[in-house]
Nanobody, 129 residues
Framework: VQLQAYGGGLVQAGGSLRLSCAASGRTFSSNVMGWFRQAPGKSRDFVAAISWSGSMTYYADSVKGRFTISRDNAKNTVSLQMSGLKPEDTAVYYC???????????????????????WGQGTQVTVSS
């Protein structure tokens, strides 16, 4: 089972990037998917999550209105569209998935690292000022 995040890069402040996460080894169409990020010297923090059905999305306050998470279950992928990027968005971005099929959580659980069982290797996003 493998999750691979890609699409990171260097962008100027105010710019946009689209991250994607491809899954292999199994299908994640019935699983919660999330994005986290980790800046140098800091903890890995929640960014966004999407329910297994795609009907519910959750965002960290710092990215609300700028980032959009989506999923394509037919392609076994989840994406994170990032716009209005700021230097403080600079981090390695990780995608993650839980192991439970069609599980619904309380909101705070979607934002918790402990909910997720599978993690990708991360993709670097650097925003210059």
């Amino acid at each position: 089972v493998q999750l691979q995040a890609y699409g990171g890069g260097l962008v100027q402040a105010g710019g946009s990037l689209r991250l994607s996460c491809a899954a292999s080894g199994r299908t994640f169409s019935s699983n919660v998917m999330g994005w986290f990020r980790q800046a140098p010297g800091k903890s890995r923090d929640f960014v966004a999550a999407i329910s297994w059905s795609g009907s519910m999305t959750y965002y960290a306050d710092s990215v609300k209105g700028r980032f959009t998470i989506s999923r394509d279950n037919a392609k076994n992928t989840v994406s994170l569209q990032m716009s209005g990027l700021k230097p403080e968005d600079t981090a390695v971005y990780y995608c993650a998935a839980d192991k439970n099929s069609r599980r619904t959580y309380l909101e705070h659980a979607y934002m918790s690292r402990g909910t997720y069982d599978f993690w990708g290797q991360g993709t670097q996003v650097t925003v210059s000022s």
